[in-house]
């Protein structure tokens, strides 16, 4: 039975399912929990745990989902495109807010977790939270981090603002799309990104925006900034 339930094809499929299973109970619940990544994760750990699947059989029969991601990524420029004359407009304004938005999450995060007692490394590790999976793990490993822990911590901060997000930012009157999405992509990075797709083109358009010149910022300001905070 191991061998069907570890096919490629089954693996695939059950994926797709779990995830748009979610976007079925999300839509008839409305619960902001029932985020569709959030129960397609829960899912395949549950089909693991319950068929004795081993994680690495998982991951090489779905490799063609993560293959498929990375020109689903490239794919994200096409609404940036379309709203690349208002960008142009308003670079500016979105230059400073994303310098802002990235200098406030890396000073509070390791403000918080330097308070709490959390070691150096557990520090640097956290730093880079907002930022997507491949350029955080970079970064988090060049602040001499651990990669494993900086990826687990992407994770379940895309997840979290994924879920609350947008609820936040309605209990703080934002509501203007180009503030909606770049919020979404500067805190939440991909999964705020895939958030914003399913509101609308424009919201989608900012979140990418805001993913890949956070990505840059973190990049060039973490190691600028953290000795500043005294680590």
């Known amino acids: 039975m191991n061998t069907y339930f570890e096919n490629e094809f089954f693996l695939i499929a059950f994926t797709f399912c779990a995830y748009f299973v979610g976007k079925l109970l999300r839509k008839y619940t409305g619960w902001v929990i029932m985020n569709p990544i959030l ?5 395949v750990i549950i089909f693991l745990k319950a068929t004795g699947v081993e994680y690495e059989s998982y991951a090489e029969g779905s490799h063609m989902i993560e293959f498929w991601l990375r020109p689903a990524v490239v794919a994200l420029g096409v609404p940036l495109y ?3 004359e208002t960008i142009k407009k308003n670079f500016i304004p979105i230059l400073l807010a994303e310098f802002a938005g990235c200098v406030v999450g890396l000073i509070s995060v390791v403000y918080i977790a330097k308070k709490m007692g959390a070691s150096t490394e557990v520090i640097m590790s956290l730093a880079p939270k907002s930022v997507t999976t491949p350029i955080a793990m970079e970064v988090s490993k060049s602040l001499g981090g651990i990669p494993s822990l900086t ?3 992407v994770v379940c ?3 979290l603002c994924a879920i609350f997000g947008y609820r936040t930012m309605g209990f703080a009157k934002v509501k203007h799309p180009v503030a909606q999405g770049l919020s979404m992509g500067t805190a939440a990075h991909a999964l705020g990104t895939a958030t914003s797709m399913d509101k609308s083109k424009e919201h989608g358009a900012y979140a990418s925006l805001g993913l ?3 990505g840059l910022l973190t990049a060039l300001l973490a190691p600028l900034i953290i000795p500043l905070l005294g680590i």
Request: overall charge neutral; some cysteine.
């Open 151 to 153: 990826a687990a911590v």
């Open 157 to 159: 901060v895309g997840l």
């Open 82 to 84: 379309l709203q690349l």
């Open 212 to 214: 890949t010149l956070n």
């Open 39 to 43: 129960v397609a994760i829960v899912c």
